[in-house]
């Protein structure tokens, strides 16, 4: 079947630096992809989201880029700091009402 | 507004014990969703409703039932718990694509 996937399970980062967490999706049907991020103990919170009719959107230190052409999905943080640190998700909606699939999750370490 | 609300947060079952876990949420929303989340993975989708007095099976329903009390409520059973149904649940609304997440019940079953 179609599914959400992710380049990286984990990724470690220097505070400071900018972070990029990649997610590649196949269902080409997909206008809509969201990440979330998850701290310990905790529910996944929204932080970005795009549709497929644009390929960049901008939020607070955070970008998503969007490339239809290679279905792939980016994160983009800027500045990274500890609080950053959590389990970063995307989801996309395939048109199935409104439902998400959701990829597998990349852990994001943010280094003192 | 409180957001979406799920209790308990922490749960230990024998094999074979029932329970229901509880989502509420007070944003008017009419989808409402249930999800279980194994160590070191995403979300995978149980059961959802779309509206009230709708519901519909997701992608691993097996061992579980729903009920949508009513626009704010949709709890989840567990008739007979088995160890493999050992996880973090979440219950989550949305109105449209955004789904808002509760803060998850993590159940052990021995």
């Known amino acids: 079947g179609e599914s959400v996937g992710l380049h990286l399970p984990t990724l470690s980062v220097q505070e400071g630096d900018n972070s990029i967490i990649n997610c590649a999706y196949s269902n080409s049907a997909s206008d809509y992809f969201i990440w979330y991020k998850q701290e310990s103990g905790k529910g996944p919170q929204f932080i970005i989201d795009i549709r497929s009719n644009m390929d960049k959107r901008q939020g607070q230190r955070v970008t998503v880029l969007l490339n239809k052409t290679v279905k792939h999905l980016s994160l983009q943080i800027a500045a990274t700091q500890p609080g950053d640190s959590a389990v970063y998700f995307c989801a996309e909606n395939n048109n199935a009402g409104n439902m998400l699939t959701f990829g597998g999750g990349t852990r994001l370490m943010v280094k003192p | ?100 997440f509760g803060p998850g019940t993590r159940l052990t079953v021995t």
């Open chain 2, 1 to 100: 507004n409180a957001g979406v609300t799920q209790t308990p947060k922490f749960q230990v079952l024998k094999t074979g014990q029932s329970m229901t876990l509880q989502c509420a949420q007070d944003m008017n929303h009419n989808s409402m969703y249930w999800y279980r989340q194994d160590p070191g993975m995403g979300l995978r989708l149980i059961y959802y409703s779309a509206s009230e007095g709708t519901t519909d099976k997701g992608e691993v329903p097996n061992g579980y039932n729903v009920s949508r009390l009513n626009k704010r409520e949709f709890s989840l059973r567990l008739e007979s718990a088995a160890p493999s149904q050992t996880s973090v649940y979440f219950c989550a609304s949305s109105d449209r694509w955004e789904q808002y």
